[in-house]
């Protein structure tokens, strides 16, 4: 049973975000939380942080697993509208700057493999 948190409209480039989400996919829960703390690009770690323990919320609220024992599953980050705004340019011109937004998906599942090696045992 795999439970996701979503972020939409998030006002950090979707380029930016991937190299911190690229990090932490496929690690435990707890590791990709030390991860998150400890990665220099800030910002970015902060946004991830937040919403992880957020899917990680949701596990627990609905269902019985320990977050100690999920694995994030999926990370991806989606471009989403731009905000258009215009800058002064010399000779009475405009350039228009394009302030770029992105929506986050986090997706925590059981660890199959250690649920079956539990078993075995």
């Known amino acids: 049973m795999a439970m996701h948190a979503t972020l939409r409209y998030c006002r950090m480039s979707a380029r930016k975000l991937r190299l911190a989400a690229d990090t932490i996919r496929g690690k435990r829960y707890e590791e990709a939380a030390n991860i998150l703390t400890f990665l220099p690009k800030k910002k970015a770690a902060t946004i991830l942080l937040k919403l992880l323990r957020s899917a990680a919320a949701n596990v627990e609220e609905t269902t019985d ?5 999920l694995i994030v599953r999926k990370v991806f980050v989606d471009g989403a509208r731009m905000l258009k705004r215009f800058r002064p340019a010399p000779m009475g011109r405009a350039l228009r700057v394009r ?13 199959v493999e250690e649920k079956e090696a539990k078993a075995r045992r």
């Open 99 to 111: 302030k770029r937004l992105s929506h986050v998906t986090i997706e925590l599942g059981p660890n």
């Open 65 to 69: 697993f320990d977050p100690d024992e």
